[in-house]
C-alpha cells in the first residue's frame, strides 16, 4: 500500500442537464401516494399457496407481484423500472406486519411528516387483503416467540427491536457486479447444477431443494419483469413521433430483452441490469437500507469499456439518482417522527482501497460525487473512503461536496474500519473490500447478512434504572434488577457497578428478543431472489436467514453515549468529588424535573465537565459508557451462526428513545431527546470543532464494528473559500488520524440559526467566526443575531 | 479509567477567580479568552490567545472587554436565572437586584474576590480575564496540535493588544517555536520600537491593522496616532517578517475612496514581505459586550456596509495591490 496520494486524472465534471432539470421538476412535484397492487397480489398468491413450502411460495409471490404490477415508462428516462402503480408511491407489505396499517389508513393523507395520499378505493383493497394476515404475520409470530420479559422492555423502550420486528430486515447488499458481469442466467444454471447433485432421502437435502428451487422460480421472473418492459418500451416506440426519443425506447426495448439475463456489456445496459436487481429486492422484501455500497469499483469498467463520453454518462447517472429517490417506503406515524423526509438509507460509496490495499480511486469516484451535486436529492446516501492514500483531488471534491449543506458525503476512516472488520472474522481481502450498510454499518457487499439495524439500546434509560434499583419511574414498575438506590452508592465505583448490572441484564433481554425476530425471519420469510445474490446462499442450499451467507451478524445500536457518559461524570464530579450536591438532593430534583431548582440544572450543567470538549475526566467516563455496552452485546450469538456486535448510533432514535426517559443527570430534563450517535449533546460542546472530534476520537471505535455516527455542524463563515476546504479535510483527517470512525458535516442554514435563537441552550457551543473577535452566537442578542442570520447565506 | 484530573481547561477555569493568581512564581499573563479552531486568523486551524489590555481605544472596538489591563466584571444578562446568590453573596455588597430583574453592579466598590463567579452556575456573572502561566497557555494551545499538523496552522496572540504584556508575549512566543508550533500575533503595533522588535523576533506571521492613514483622523477614532504604528510595520517589513495587512472598514470613520487608496498604496510600498491585504467589513458584534460592561458604544446604530459597498472597497484597493481579500 503506498503512503503517497497517487496522481489522478479527474475525469470532466458536468453540471445538470437540461432532462436532469425537468426529472427533478417532475419529481419533486409528485405526491407521494399509496398503492395496493402489492398488498393485494400477494394476498392472492398466499392463499393459492397454501402448504407448499415457505421458499416456493415467496418466490410464487414474487412471480406473481412482478407479472401482475403495474408498469410504466415515464418521459426522459433511460434507465426503467417502476416499484409501484405510480412514481414516488410506497407498496404495503402485509406479511411483515400490517395492524398499524390498517390503524393508520385515515391518518397517512393528515399526518406532519411523510404524507402519503391515499384513495378510498385504496383503502378497500388493502382492508380486504389484510383480513387474511391476522394472526399470520412476521411481527405477530415473533412476538409469541420472545420471552415475555425480553417482549416487556421492548414495549417499556429500554431498548427497541422495532425494525425487523414489524417490517423485513434490508440492511444488505447483494453481488450486483456478479449479475452485471454474468447474467441472472447464470444464476438458475448455479442452482440447478446444485439441485443436480442433491440426493433427495437425506432430509437435509431435501430441504435444500425447496430453496433452490425458490431461487429458479425468482430469477425466472425477474428476467420475465424485465422481458416485460422490453415489450412495453417497444410499443411505447412505435406510437412515438420524436424521432430521438424513439431511438431511446428501441434502445431501452433491447436492453431489457439482454439484461439482467444476459451479461451488460455497455455503461446504459450495466445500468440498467444493476437497476433490475436493486428495484426488485425492494419489491420482494420491505427492508430498508438496501445499499449500492462499492459503486465506482464495479461500475467503472462498464464506463471505460464504452465510448459514450463522460457528459451523457453523467446524464445517465443523474437520471439514476432520481431512480433511487422514486423508491418509498411507508412508516407508521410515530417511525415517521424519528424518520422524517422518506429515507432508504440506499448507501452508495466510492474511493477506499481495492481488494489488494491500493488506492481504488477511479473516474466513476467524482462522476458518483457529482451526481449527488446534480441532483440534489435525499438518495442515494453518498459516503466516502478514506485512507492514507486517498488523492487530494478526490478530497477536496468530497469537502466541495459537504459544504454544499446536504449533509453527505459521509466519511469513513479504512484505518479503523479494516482492522474492526477483520477483528471480526472477516478475510483480509473482504476487510479491505467493505462498503457501508443504511446509515454507518460496514459489511462486505454480496457476502453477508448484517442485521444491521437489530435494535436500539436506550443507555440513558439504564441511567434511570440505574439511579433507581430497576425501577422505572414513567411506569413504576420493577422491570430491572434491584441493583441499588441512588442514596445508597458509597462511591462512584457502586454507581458504575450499578450501570453494569443494568446493562447487563438489558442486554441479554435484548439478544432473546432479536433472536426471535431472527428465527422468524428464517421459518417465515425467506428471500430466494435476494438469497441468490449472496454468497454462500446457492452452494449452502438455504436462504439468507437461515445463515446461509458467507458472513452472519447481529448488529444493535447503543443510543445516548454521551447522556450516559455526562450523567455518570457529573455525579462523580459534584456529588463524589466536590461534594457540592448530596444524592437525596439529585434524587428530589430528578424526580420532579428540576422543577424550582434551575440553579442545580444549572450546575450539573455548567459545572460538571461535558463529553466533547476534549476534557478527559468527561470523556473517559464517556469512554467507559460505551465499553460497558459494547462488551455485553460482544458475548451473544444469532441463530444464523454469527456473532452479535455492537455499534453506535441512533438513526434517530434518539428522540423517540428520549421520549420515555426521566430527567438525567447531565442536566437533560425528562422526555427530551438523547444525544445522536456518538455526538456530544446538543449545546454541550463548547470548545469547537477540534476540541468536539478529539473528544469523540477516545471511544473506542473498533469495538463498536456496527459503526458509530458523528454529526460534526460547522456555519458556513469556517468553511469558506478554498481555505475552508482544507479546514474541512484537515479535521476529517486528524478525527480519523485519532482513531475516529465516520463523520459527516452539517452547514448550519438559516432555520439551525433561527432554530438556536429560539433554543439558545441547545446551541451554546455555536460560534460564528470572525477575524479577532471572541463570542458565541447566542450571547449575542436578537438584533444581531438577525445580522448573522442574513449574512448566513451570503458569506463574502 | 484513569481516575486522574488532567490539568483545568480553559472552559474550567471560568468557573471561579482568584486575583491572587497574578502572584504566581513565574511570569503570568492576563488572559480574557481562549479559542480553538479559530480560521481566520492566520494560515491553518489555530488556537487564538487573547491576552487582555490595549494602548488604542477604537470606538468600533469588537472585544470592549480587552481594553483594560485588569480583570474586571461583567453579567451576561440573559443568561441569567434569576436565583440572586450573586447578590446574597457578595461580601462588598456591590451587586444590586432591582425590582423588574435588572442587576447592577457598582465596579468601584467590587473587590474582584470571585465569590459571584463561583455562585452563578448559569455562567451570568463573570470576570473577564485570568492570569495564566505559559505553561497553563501551552497546555490549552497543545490541546489542537493534531489540527495543526493536518492544516499547517498554529497558535495566534490577540488581543486587546498582545505587545502590552511583552515579558509574558516573548516567553510564550519563545516557548512555542521551542515546541515546534508556528506562531502569529494579531496586533495594533502600538509599541516601542524595541519591544516590536524584540517580539517579532519569535513571530512567524504578522497580522497587523492600519486604521486610518491620516494621522489627526487615527486619533480621533483610535485615541492615538499612526506615526510609531506605521514606522513599524516598516522596520518589519525591512526585516522581511511575513506581514498581513488589515482594514477593519468601519462605515464613515475609514471606509472613504481617499483612505481606501492611501492604505494599500503604503501596503504595497512594503513590498514583498506583505503576504496579502485583508478587508474586515464592520459588523456590530461586540455591541453587546459594552453594554455588559456598563459602557456606552461609541458606533450604536451603525449599520453593517452591504455586500456591494465592500467589494467596491475591494476593487478600489486592488489598483495597488495584488492580494487583497475579503475576511481573515
Known amino acids: 500500500m503506498t503512503k503517497n496520494p497517487p496522481v489522478v486524472v479527474i475525469p470532466q465534471l458536468v453540471g445538470p442537464s437540461d432532462r436532469i432539470k425537468r426529472v427533478l421538476d417532475r419529481f419533486v412535484n409528485t405526491a407521494p401516494e399509496i398503492c395496493a397492487e402489492r398488498a393485494v397480489l400477494i394476498t392472492e398468491s398466499y392463499k393459492e399457496t397454501e402448504g407448499r413450502p415457505m421458499p416456493v411460495r415467496r418466490a410464487a409471490a414474487l412471480d406473481k407481484i412482478l407479472s ?41 393523507e393528515k399526518r406532519t411528516a411523510d404524507v402519503f395520499l391515499i384513495s378510498e378505493e385504496t383503502k378497500k383493497k388493502l382492508r380486504s387483503a389484510f383480513e387474511y394476515w391476522k394472526g399470520r404475520t412476521t411481527n405477530e409470530i415473533a412476538s409469541q416467540l420472545m420471552p415475555a420479559e425480553a417482549l416487556e422492555a421492548h414495549n417499556d423502550v429500554v431498548y427497541t427491536v422495532g425494525n425487523y420486528f414489524y417490517n423485513g430486515v434490508g440492511h444488505i447488499s447483494a453481488d450486483y457486479a456478479k449479475v452485471m458481469n454474468k447474467g441472472l442466467d447464470v444464476i438458475i444454471a448455479e442452482a440447478q447444477a446444485e439441485l443436480d447433485k442433491l440426493d433427495f432421502t437425506d432430509p437435509e437435502q431435501l430441504t435444500k431443494m425447496h430453496f433452490l428451487k425458490s431461487v429458479i422460480m425468482a430469477n425466472t421472473a425477474v428476467i420475465k419483469f424485465a422481458k416485460r ?16 426519443r424513439k431511438a431511446e425506447l428501441l434502445e431501452i426495448s433491447r436492453i431489457c430483452a439482454k439484461v439482467p439475463a444476459k451479461p451488460a456489456e455497455t455503461f446504459q445496459e450495466a445500468l440498467q441490469s444493476f437497476w433490475f436487481v436493486h428495484l426488485v429486492i425492494q419489491i420482494e422484501s420491505n427492508g430498508h437500507s438496501i445499499s449500492p455500497m462499492r459503486f465506482d469499483q464495479y461500475m467503472n469498467p462498464f464506463y471505460k469499456a464504452d465510448s459514450i463520453g463522460s457528459e451523457k454518462a453523467q446524464e445517465m447517472l443523474d437520471l439514476l ?9 411507508v412508516r407508521d406515524e410515530s417511525s415517521t417522527m424519528a424518520f422524517a423526509g422518506y429515507p432508504m438509507f440506499m448507501n452508495l460509496i466510492v474511493g477506499g482501497v481495492r481488494r489488494d490495499g491500493s488506492d481504488a480511486t477511479n473516474d466513476m469516484s467524482f462522476l458518483v460525487l457529482q451526481a449527488g451535486a ?4 435525499y438518495a442515494p446516501s453518498l459516503s466516502i473512503r478514506i485512507h492514507e492514500g486517498t488523492p487530494d483531488a478526490l478530497y477536496k471534491k468530497a469537502a466541495e461536496l459537504s459544504r454544499m449543506g446536504m449533509g453527505y458525503p459521509a466519511y469513513y476512516n479504512d484505518r479503523v474500519i ?13 476487510a479491505r473490500d467493505y462498503g457501508i450498510i443504511g446509515c454507518v454499518e460496514p459489511q462486505v457487499g454480496g457476502k453477508t447478512e448484517g442485521w444491521h439495524d437489530a435494535a436500539f439500546f436506550n443507555m440513558a434509560k439504564i441511567i434511570e434504572l440505574c439511579l433507581n434499583d430497576g425501577v422505572d419511574k414513567r411506569t413504576g414498575k420493577q422491570i430491572g434488577p434491584k441493583s441499588g438506590r441512588l442514596e445508597d452508592f458509597k462511591s462512584f465505583d457502586d454507581l458504575m457497578a450499578s450501570y453494569a448490572v443494568q446493562t447487563e441484564y438489558f442486554v441479554r433481554l435484548m439478544a432473546a428478543a432479536d433472536n426471535a425476530v431472527d428465527m422468524t425471519h428464517a421459518k417465515h420469510c425467506p428471500l430466494p431472489f435476494l438469497s441468490s445474490l449472496v454468497a454462500d446462499c446457492i452452494a449452502e442450499g438455504r436462504s439468507l436467514q437461515e445463515g446461509g451467507a458467507h458472513y452472519n451478524f447481529t448488529g444493535p445500536q447503543g443510543v445516548g453515549v454521551a447522556n450516559a457518559g455526562d450523567s455518570l461524570t457529573a455525579v462523580r464530579k459534584l456529588v463524589f468529588d466536590e461534594k457540592k450536591l448530596t444524592l437525596e438532593e439529585l434524587r428530589e430534583v430528578l424526580e420532579t424535573d428540576f422543577e424550582g431548582r434551575e440553579d442545580i440544572r444549572q450546575m450539573l450543567l455548567n459545572r460538571a465537565p461535558k463529553y466533547g470538549n476534549d476534557n478527559d475526566y468527561a470523556d473517559d467516563i464517556a469512554r467507559e459508557a460505551a465499553l460497558v455496552y459494547c462488551r455485553e452485546v460482544d458475548r451473544y450469538t444469532n441463530p444464523r451462526g454469527g456473532k452479535f456486535q455492537p455499534g453506535l448510533y441512533p438513526a434517530s432514535a434518539n428522540v423517540p428513545l428520549g421520549s420515555v426517559v426521566t430527567a438525567t443527570p447531565d442536566g437533560r430534563k425528562a422526555w427530551t431527546p438523547l444525544a445522536d450517535g456518538v455526538s456530544p449533546i446538543s449545546g454541550c460542546d463548547t470548545c469547537g470543532p477540534t476540541a468536539s472530534v478529539l473528544s469523540v476520537a477516545k471511544l473506542d471505535h473498533e469495538i463498536a464494528s456496527n459503526g458509530t455516527l458523528l454529526n460534526q455542524k460547522f456555519h458556513p463563515s469556517a468553511i469558506e473559500g478554498d481555505k475552508g476546504l482544507e479546514n474541512l479535510k484537515s479535521v476529517t483527517e486528524t478525527y480519523f488520524q485519532n482513531g475516529g470512525f465516520h463523520v459527516q458535516y452539517n452547514v448550519i442554514s438559516r432555520e439551525t440559526l433561527e432554530e438556536a435563537q429560539a433554543n439558545p441552550e441547545k446551541y451554546k457551543g455555536l460560534v460564528v467566526r470572525v477575524a479577532g473577535y471572541s463570542a458565541f452566537f447566542t450571547a449575542l442578542d436578537k438584533s444581531l443575531q438577525d445580522d448573522i442570520i442574513a449574512r448566513t447565506e451570503q458569506t463574502f | 479509567m484513569t481516575g486522574i484530573e488532567s490539568m483545568k481547561t480553559w472552559k474550567e477555569r471560568q468557573h471561579s477567580f482568584d486575583l491572587e493568581d497574578r502572584n504566581k512564581a513565574a511570569v503570568t499573563g492576563l488572559v480574557f479568552d481562549i479559542q480553538r479552531f479559530a480560521v481566520h486568523d492566520g494560515g491553518g486551524i489555530r488556537t487564538l490567545v487573547f491576552l487582555k489590555g490595549c494602548p488604542l481605544s477604537c470606538r468600533w472596538c469588537q472585544n470592549p472587554e480587552s481594553m483594560s489591563p485588569r480583570p474586571e466584571i461583567m453579567r451576561i444578562p440573559h443568561l441569567c436565572i434569576g436565583c440572586v446568590k450573586c447578590v446574597a453573596e457578595c461580601p462588598d455588597q456591590a451587586i444590586r437586584f432591582r425590582e423588574g430583574g435588572t442587576v447592577t453592579i457598582d465596579r468601584a466598590v467590587c473587590s474582584l474576590c470571585g465569590e459571584c463567579v463561583e455562585r452563578c452556575y448559569a455562567g451570568s456573572m463573570t ?12 497546555a490549552e494551545v497543545e490541546r489542537d496540535r493534531p489540527f495543526y499538523t493536518t492544516s499547517q496552522g498554529g497558535v495566534t496572540f490577540s488581543g486587546g493588544e498582545p505587545t502590552m504584556q511583552p515579558e509574558f ?7 512555542a517555536h521551542a515546541r515546534g508550533l508556528h506562531t502569529a500575533i494579531e496586533t495594533c503595533a502600538q509599541v516601542s520600537r524595541e519591544t516590536w522588535a524584540a517580539v517579532i523576533e519569535h513571530v512567524d506571521l504578522i497580522l497587523t491593522d492600519i486604521k486610518h492613514m491620516d494621522s489627526a483622523r487615527h486619533k480621533e477614532l483610535t485615541g492615538v496616532s499612526n506615526g510609531r504604528i506605521l514606522g513599524n510595520l516598516k522596520m518589519a517589513a525591512n526585516m522581511g517578517k511575513n506581514l498581513r495587512i488589515r482594514v477593519p472598514l468601519i462605515p464613515g470613520c475609514n471606509d472613504g475612496p481617499e483612505n481606501i487608496l492611501a492604505t494599500s498604496e503604503f501596503v504595497g510600498s512594503l513590498g514583498a514581505a506583505v ?38 472597497v475591494k476593487r478600489l484597493a486592488e489598483k495597488n495591490l495584488g492580494n487583497v481579500t475579503i475576511g481573515g
Not at chain 1, 418492459?229 to 430521438?244: E, N, Q, V
Not at chain 1, 446534480?374 to 436529492?377: H, M, Q
Not at chain 2, 508575549?169 to 516557548?175: G, V
Open chain 1, 229 to 244: 418492459f422490453s415489450d412495453l418500451a417497444k410499443s411505447m416506440a412505435g406510437k412515438c413521433k420524436d424521432k430521438a
Open chain 1, 68 to 108: 401482475g404490477m403495474s408498469i410504466f415508462i415515464q418521459d426522459d428516462e433511460i434507465v426503467v423500472g417502476n416499484q409501484c402503480s405510480m412514481p414516488r408511491s410506497a407498496p404495503i407489505f402485509p406479511e411483515f406486519s400490517c395492524q398499524w396499517v390498517e390503524e393508520e389508513l385515515d391518518r397517512l
Open chain 1, 321 to 329: 439518482w432520481v431512480k433511487f429517490a422514486e423508491l418509498n417506503k
Open chain 2, 275 to 312: 503576504e496579502g491585504l485583508d478587508i474586515l467589513p464592520y459588523h456590530r458584534l461586540g455591541e453587546p459586550k459594552w453594554a455588559q460592561l456598563d459602557r456606552e458604544y461609541p458606533l450604536h446604530g451603525v449599520l453593517p456596509l452591504d455586500r456591494e459597498e465592500v467589494l467596491a
Open chain 1, 418 to 430: 479494516i482492522p474492526a472488520l477483520l477483528a471480526r472474522g472477516l478475510e483480509r481481502e473482504d
Open chain 2, 169 to 175: 508575549l516573548i516567553a510564550a512566543l519563545k516557548e
Open chain 2, 127 to 138: 470576570i473577564v480575564g485570568r492570569y495564566m502561566t505559559v505553561g497553563d497557555v501551552m
Open chain 1, 374 to 377: 446534480n441532483t440534489k436529492l
